[in-house]
Each structure stands twice: as C-alpha cells, then as structure tokens.
C-alpha cells in the first residue's frame, strides 16, 4: 500500500484527515508517546537532533546526529534518507541509506522511535477516555463509537482476542446516557440453561436447583448496556430466545409464561469470523441482522504500532509503575507479533515491573524476553500446521508474498507469519528488494 500525498492546500485551508504522517512513539522515555506531525502538503521534512519535528519541539536526542536524515516524496509517497548520521538510520530493525516507507513502518533514529502511517486530523492525543491510543485506527474506532453510542441501536463488535472490545463496549456505556447498568456475560463459558437463566432469568421451580426466582441480565440491566461476548458461541435454542428480546425489547425468564418489557441496549462482541459462522449455520442470520445494525472493528495492536508508546504509559500508570522503559525494550515491543494483542503487552509490561523492583528504568531482561519469545511461539504453532504457510521460507515464496502485496512488507509479513523485523532479514539474506514489487 502506498499512501498518497495530498496537494498543499494553501494557509488558510482545513484539511479532512486522515494523511500520511509521523508518530513519535518513543525519545529517550515515554514522555512525548504520541506526538503527531501530518505530511500532507510536504515535499520533504528534515530529521535531525534540534528540528522542530513535533509540536512538543525539537527531540533533543543526544544519539541523533543534528543532520540525520530526512523524509523525502517520491512516487506519491515518502522515502526516508541518511545523511551520514554517526549512529545510523534504521527501519524497522535494519540499518537503512535510502528507504522507501509503508505504512507501520518503524523509523529509529538515536534513541528516538517513529512510526510513519496515518495520522488522524484533529489528532486523539490529550482525549479523555478509555479508548487510548492516537492512531488513525484507533481514532477511527473513537468516532465510530461516538456516532452510535446515544442511538440505543444494537452494535457488533469484532477483533481478535485482546484488541478490547470490552473496554469499547463500556465507552459506548458511557457515552450512550443510560442510567442502568453495564452488564457482561462470556457465552462461550456457560452452555444451556445456565446461560439462559444468566441472559433471561428464571421463575421458582423453572428447573432443578432453581429454589428462587432470579432476574436475568436484560432485566438487571434495564435502562443500561449488556455485552455479549463471544455470542457466535451461543446454541440455537439460544439464538431464537436472543431474536425475539432484540425483536420485542421483552424477555421471557425461564419457566415463566409472560415476558416482562425491558429497555436493554445490546452489544455483542465475536473474535470469531461471524460471517462465516453465518454461512456455516453456525449463527442464524437473522440473529446477525439484528445484531450488526452497526459495526466496529477493532485492529490488532500489530496494525497499530502508533500507539505502543501511549499505551506502554498508560497500562504502567495503570499498574502504579512509574518508570520509564528502555530503548532496547521498546524496540523489542515495537518488533513483536503480538498475537494476544493489549492483553500481551500487558504480560510483558507485567513481567518487566516484577522482574527488575529497583531498576530505574525497564529493561529487555532475560525473563522479559522470554515472555516476548513465549507470545511469539504462539505466531510460530499457529502456522505449524498443514499450511502454505509451514513450508520453508525460500526466495521464491518471499517474491510471491510481496507481488500479491506490491511490496507491502507488513502484509508479506502477515502472511508469511513473520514481524516486519525478521522479513527485512530474510529479504536481505535472499537478496530480494522489496522496491521491486511496488506499484510506481
């Protein structure tokens, strides 16, 4: 993918975002994580140790040399250039003279650490909420929300296992007005009338064990939010009991013979391809109608490497550690899968914390590399089965992988099941230029 430039658009214009940009996403701490600049309308930008980069003011790294580099357009997007600097220009882990960059790319000059993609417009950074992160991916998530949260339409939310639907779901809570409450149930942990006395209650004597009455979460959470996570893993009979709530906004309890009104706003949440599950049978498709009356989908933190930085502060904060990390560890944070998404990066913060108590700063200390390595062999089982992806790694499946992607090293690298990091690696053992496969 080539991110295109927009014409410069004259001084009193007001550009629509998103454009291509920069994210500093690490200078020598976590302080300045989030600073944006645009490239809209430039035709070069100088990298340097006392330009004025990001809004924050020039990144003062003694590591930078002050002529580093610079970022250059070319063919509607951007390469990035050295200009001798002492300690080097590296992307995404290799030392680089003359690059052409893609979207996720990780610029590292000095101790300082860029990610070029897009930048939303107005930028995230300083919002006050739960959805952290500045990216244009994130943002797209925050709008998304904010249009639909008042509606009481129902809302699905998808994403791989970590991305934090939860956390979206209690913002549409938040931002929705309602005074009831949020309420959650994991259908996947519960199977027949345990979920359905969870989701619709019961009467006295509805089933064995059932000694007294019990409400439901649609009635518990009148007026409120019920999240349903995971609910392409609900049964049929369960299905049909969930069409007719969102159908006549009542619910029957298990046993009872009239259904009691209620006012519940539902958000469901699947990790799972729903759309396949529909085509499958597995989920009724008038179900998914009702429930996909608007959707979110929340991108894999390896698809938004913007808001490492943010989010490393904010889940230390979070923790009560107030340190900063090292340049060694957030390079190892911003070359890693991330297969479990927030919820890894969690782990790994977690073990960093526990495994150096009086370090001033956190470090890439062998028990949290070994927690990266751990997330990483998840990435590795996954492909081990019988798949395209378990054959060796040749220079022909390489060039393959990137024609079909017209030289997208993230996509390849998706595809391929490797980091970008490790791809790049590969790229220049087999002598195979990335460049060559990219649309002019």
């Avoid at 357009?73 to 600097?85: K, L, T």
């Avoid at 069409?243 to 799972?272: F, Q, Y």
């Avoid at 929340?298 to 340049?327: F, I, Q």
């Avoid at 890439?364 to 054959?391: F, N, T």
Wanted: aromatic share 4%; hydrophobic share 40%; proline share 6%.
């Amino acid at each position: 993918m080539t991110l295109t430039l927009t014409d410069s658009p004259g001084d009193d214009a007001e550009l629509a975002g998103p454009h291509p940009g920069l994210t500093l996403v690490y200078s020598g701490g976590l302080a300045r994580a989030g600073e944006q600049v645009s490239l809209a309308g430039r035709t070069a930008l100088l990298l340097g140790r006392d330009e004025p980069l990001f809004p924050g003011g020039p990144l003062g790294d003694p590591r930078m040399s002050g002529r580093h580099g610079a970022l250059v357009q070319d063919q509607g997007g951007y390469r990035v250039v050295d200009r001798g600097s002492k300690n080097g220009t590296h992307v995404n882990g290799q030392r680089v003279s003359d690059h052409f960059l893609t979207p996720g790319d990780v610029i590292r000059l000095g101790s300082s650490f860029i990610v070029f993609g897009l930048v939303p417009t107005p930028p995230r950074a300083g919002r006050a909420d739960t959805l952290v992160g500045v990216s244009a991916a994130i943002s797209e998530v925050d709008a998304s929300t904010q249009l639909v949260a008042r509606s009481g339409h129902t809302v699905l939310l998808l994403g791989e296992s970590g991305t934090g639907k939860e956390v979206v779901a209690r913002e549409l809570h938040r931002r929705s007005g309602r005074r009831g409450p949020f309420l959650a149930v994991n259908c996947a942990s519960l199977r027949g009338e345990l979920l359905e006395s969870e989701l619709f209650g019961h009467v006295k004597g509805a089933f064995t064990g059932a000694q007294r009455a019990h409400d439901g979460l649609f009635q518990r959470a009148d007026d409120g939010t019920v999240l349903l996570d995971e609910v392409a893993e609900t049964d049929e009979r369960v299905q049909a009991r969930l069409l007719r709530v969102l159908e006549a906004r009542a619910v029957r309890p298990v046993g009872a013979s009239a259904e009691v009104p209620v006012a519940t706003r539902v958000v469901a949440a699947s990790n799972r391809d729903v759309e396949a599950a529909v085509r499958d049978g597995r989920l009724r498709s008038d179900l998914y109608a009702r429930l996909a009356r608007w959707t979110i989908r929340l991108p894999p933190l390896r698809e938004r490497l913007e808001d490492l930085g943010v989010l490393t502060r904010a889940l230390l904060a979070r923790d009560g550690d107030p340190r900063d990390v090292s340049p060694e560890l957030m390079a190892a944070l911003l070359g890693a899968p991330w297969p479990l998404n927030v919820r890894g990066l969690v782990n790994v913060l977690t073990t960093a914390s526990i495994a150096q108590p009086e370090a001033r700063s956190l470090d890439l200390v062998p028990s949290v590399q070994a927690a990266l390595d751990a997330q990483a062999s998840l990435v590795a089982a996954a492909q081990s089965g019988p798949s395209p992806k378990s054959a060796p790694l040749d220079a022909e499946r390489v060039r393959e992988s990137l024609a079909r992607h017209a030289g997208n090293v993230a996509a390849a690298a998706r595809e391929l099941g490797l980091s970008r990091q490790r791809l790049y690696r590969l790229t220049e053992r087999l002598d195979v230029d990335p460049d060559a496969f990219r649309e002019p």
